[in-house]
């Protein structure tokens, strides 16, 4: 049977969909053990039990927060030596495919990014050139190194739990010798809304919205949503570039998606499109979101807008 490797970073007390997913993935193709870097906390060593993980690794240095990611990809790296993994499995961020990378050169691993499944046999799975064509491929190496993108696995308990092991690897000292280090952080102000790649429902603005974010911002709060936004939005410095759906944004996967102002360019349906209802308001009734959209609605998102969020708040109560 595969020994599969999850990174997990800095879950604190409860791990996130996309966690619960790589763990899902990985129990499909063996025997997972978790890599983490930061605390353990009883929450989570329960909830890896929940899932079939059967070891839990964990640095033997405890400042691997204090650099870049070259520790974490010596770490990852020397846990999957430890384990005897033949799939390590890493979230699709940014950070998660520059510490595949790092630590596909010290396995001599094969490192596939934007993954969206893994078959039996390790054959990954890509959705590529804005989800218009989707590819296969394997490393060929003894080792393989992927990075998943969230919301294509529903997460799932095993049948029965586990009894956890905890192990500690020995990080590499010499990984932190050149290492950049990081001298200060600032905190991110937040914004009390859900997260946008694992939000249930995402009301998102593009140009359309003309700079004035108010109308998306207030139906998003009467719904509990996240906040999304087009390219052009984002580009325009409307919002916060984190908020950025689509090709060259986020993935999301939401049971509800509400598209306000959005022409709905390719590159925009990449990041959306398998949401599980899609809502579209524009003023063009030839705009191509109506293309993909399950309710359309022609009109101007500023009336159309505040009349569904003041409709939702008297429903609610
Ligand atoms: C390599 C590459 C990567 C890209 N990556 C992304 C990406 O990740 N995400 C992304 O979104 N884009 C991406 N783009 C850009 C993409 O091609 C589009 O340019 C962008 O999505 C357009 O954003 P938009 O729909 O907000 O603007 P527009 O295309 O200008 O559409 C605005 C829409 O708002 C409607 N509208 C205007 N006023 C109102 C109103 N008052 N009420 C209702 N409707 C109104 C208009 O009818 C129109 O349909 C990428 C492009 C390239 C080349």
Redesign the pocket.
Same mark, same amino acid.
């Given at each position: 049977m595969a020994k599969v490797l999850v990174f997990i970073d800095n879950p604190g007390d409860s791990l996130k969909k996309s966690s619960l997913e790589l763990l899902t993935l990985g129990r499909s193709l063996g025997e997972t053990a978790v890599a983490l870097n930061g605390k353990l906390h009883d929450d989570v060593a329960a909830t890896f039990g929940e899932y079939g993980v059967g070891a839990v690794l964990l640095p033997s240095a405890e400042d691997l927060d204090d650099f870049l990611v070259a520790p974490k990809a010596a770490y990852v790296a020397a846990a999957a030596e430890q384990l005897g993994a033949t799939i390590v499995l890493l979230d699709n961020s940014p950070e998660g495919k520059e510490i595949a990378a790092r630590a596909g050169i010290r396995l001599n691993a094969g490192v596939i990014t934007d993954v969206v499944a893994v078959d039996a046999d390790g054959t990954a799975h890509k959705s590529v050139l804005a989800g218009s064509y989707n590819t296969a491929c394997k490393a060929s190496t003894a080792v393989s190194v992927l990075t998943v993108k969230a919301n294509n696995v529903v997460p799932e308990p095993a049948a029965a739990p586990t009894p956890l092991e905890t192990v500690t690897v020995e990080v590499p000292a010499a990984s932190t010798a050149a290492a950049a280090r990081i001298t200060a952080r600032e905190q991110k102000v937040a914004s009390g809304r859900p997260d946008l790649t694992d939000a249930r429902i995402v009301v998102a603005g !593009?140009?359309?919205l =003309?700079g004035d974010f108010g109308p998306v911002e207030e139906l998003a709060d009467a719904l509990g949503a996240a906040v999304g936004a @087009?390219? +052009?939005?984002t580009d325009a410095g409307w919002i916060s570039h984190d908020a %950025? /759906?689509? %090709?060259? #944004?986020k993935t999301v996967s939401p049971q509800l998606y509400i598209s306000?102002? $959005? @022409? #709905? +360019? $390719? %590159? %925009?349906k +990449?990041?959306m499109q398998t949401a599980k209802v899609i809502v579209a308001?524009?003023?063009?009734a030839e @705009?191509p /979101?109506f293309e993909i959209a399950d309710f359309g609605i022609v !009109? =101007?998102?500023?009336n159309v807008l505040p009349q569904a969020t003041a409709e939702i708040k008297k429903r609610k109560g």
């Open positions: !593009g140009r359309g =003309d @087009s390219r +052009a939005a %950025q /759906v689509g %090709q060259t #944004g306000a102002g $959005i @022409s #709905g +360019a $390719i %590159q %925009q +990449a990041g308001v524009n003023k063009d @705009s /979101v !009109g =101007d998102l500023f």
